[in-house]
Antibody, heavy 118, light 110 residues
Framework: QVQLQESGPGLVKPSQTLSLTCSVS??????????WTWIRQFSGKGLEWIGY???????YYNPSLKSRVTISADTSKNQFSLKLTSVTAADTAVYYC??????????WGQGTMVTVSS | QSVLTQPPSVSGAPGQRVTISCTGS?????????VHWYQHLPGTAPKLLIY???NRPSGVPDRFSGSKSGTSASLAITGLQAEDEADYYC??????????FGGGTKVTVL
């Protein structure tokens, strides 16, 4: 059973960079065939797809966030990470990491709340 | 504003059948992309309930079923149980290969 766990600061100041890590167990992020994804959920429940990394290096981002997002992977630690620059209050959300297989997200982390506030 | 449209809430008595609609457009569901459904209890990891329109992962009860037609899809829960009280989300893809979601539907068991 694949398990994912998000970690990172719960509070980020406006204009700074949000950094989160997803630790994966029960499966290798470098085994191929899966897209390792970040998704966020706003307080009104809406979910937003942020982007993914696959083949340990290729990435694709939501066009609406592309200029601010970087997703990277550390295969030695079986982790992948999210960096979101120049954050504002609108980036306050619960951030999830998930595994995508054939466009469905079959395993998710429990999520981590990130608040952007001074 | 979510890309896919779901009703905010549905409710039913135990044992009843409820359905949740998910309406998209010709850019996502109508373009032939599959629809997937998730069950989410706040504070927990969302759970894949239905994939590829009408398939259940191992362990998901057959009380849950999905269908898709045109630019819409639906999730049906038959024999509603108290444990089914949760938020449900539909998800599809678009031509730019990004995931698109519905706004979520809260199911209340009366």
């Amino acid at each position: 059973q694949v398990q994912l766990q998000e970690s990172g600061p719960g509070l980020v100041k406006p204009s700074q960079t949000l950094s989160l890590t997803c630790s994966v167990s029960g499966g290798s992020i470098s085994s191929g065939g899966h897209y390792w994804t970040w998704i966020r959920q706003f307080s009104g429940k809406g979910l937003e797809w942020i982007g993914y990394i696959y083949d340990s290096g290729s990435t694709y981002y939501n066009p609406s966030l592309k200029s601010r997002v970087t997703i990277s992977a550390d295969t030695s630690k079986n982790q992948f990470s999210l960096k979101l620059t120049s954050v504002t209050a609108a980036d306050t959300a619960v951030y999830y990491c998930a595994r995508e297989e054939r466009r469905a997200f079959d395993f998710w982390g429990q999520g981590t709340m990130v608040t952007v506030s001074s | 504003q979510s890309v896919l449209t779901q009703p905010p809430s549905v409710s039913g008595a135990p044992g009843q059948r409820v359905t949740i609609s998910c309406t998209g457009s010709s850019s996502n569901i109508g373009a032939g992309y599959d629809v997937h459904w998730y069950q989410h209890l706040p504070g927990t990891a969302p759970k894949l309930l239905i994939y590829d329109n009408n398939n259940r992962p191992s362990g998901v009860p057959d009380r849950f079923s999905g269908s898709k037609s045109g630019t819409s899809a639906s999730l049906a829960i038959t024999g509603l149980q108290a444990e089914d009280e949760a938020d449900y989300y539909c998800q599809s893809s678009d031509s730019s290969r990004r995931g698109v979601f519905g706004g979520g539907t809260k199911v209340t068991v009366l």
